[in-house]
């Protein structure tokens, strides 16, 4: 009996990620990477023509960042499964996305095979997540509430996606522009989340995101 063929689409600003991505799984013959996008508009245009079974995306695009577009694709195409595939950590960012709709999440760190395990637990219909994050999920699901895991859970998605670029080092101008808003809705994220993590000064949360983001060092519960 001939084995289905699941097709895919890839989102990510790095023409390496592509060509690794259609080495890895093409020899399989079960996934068919059949769409590439390097950013969050070519991706939505893209859907819209195309039906893949499974989307592959990276959190840091060049016009997009964090869950939006995760919730935008979830919102709008919900039949199709979504794997985060990402340099940030899945600690960080884990509970957020699957709260957007992603169905699992592998650190581009990982071995392939982790890769292609959590695409075939998808496709069958299961979560591919952290244990951790699995237990915090459900306890949402359940209505309980979950204890933070670090003064970053106080933080909004929009919050934690600027504290992300603070880390990878975008001033507020470039920062203002990734996001298409004003510089001083910038300033007020900014100022937010210091007040969240207890910072008092902005060089002070420049240090510390960079610590988290960069260095994957994670600051005390609050």
């Not at 023509?49 to 840091?60: F, K, M, R, T, Y």
């Given at each position: 009996m001939k084995k289905p063929v699941y097709s895919l689409m890839v989102i990510d600003d790095h023409p390496i990620i592509h060509s690794a991505l259609e080495t890895l799984l093409g020899s399989d013959g079960i996934f068919l990477i059949d769409t590439f996008a390097s950013s969050a508009i070519e991706a939505m245009k893209l859907l819209k023509?195309?039906?893949?079974?499974?989307?592959?995306?990276?959190?840091?695009l060049g016009d997009s960042d964090g869950t939006y577009l995760i919730q935008k694709i979830h919102n709008k195409y919900p039949k199709i499964r979504i794997l985060v595939y990402s340099m940030s950590e899945e600690k960080l960012f884990g509970e957020r996305v699957a709260t957007a709709g992603a169905c699992g999440y592998v650190m581009k760190t990982s071995r392939p095979s982790i890769l292609k395990e959590a695409l075939h637990s998808i496709i069958n219909g299961n979560p591919f997540f952290s244990d951790e994050i699995v237990r915090r999920i459900r306890k949402r699901k359940c209505g309980r509430p979950t204890a933070p895991q670090s003064a970053l859970d106080h933080l909004s998605n929009r919050e934690m996606d600027v504290f992300k670029l603070i880390g990878?080092?975008?001033n507020t101008i470039h920062i203002s522009k990734k996001f298409n808003i004003s510089k001083n809705t910038v300033d007020t994220h900014r100022i937010n989340i210091r007040k969240k993590l207890g910072l008092s000064n902005g060089k002070a949360l420049d240090r510390m995101a960079y610590e988290v983001i960069m260095q994957r060092t994670l600051p005390k519960k609050k």
């Open positions: 023509s195309v039906d893949p079974d499974l989307v592959i995306a990276d959190l840091s990878e080092g975008l």
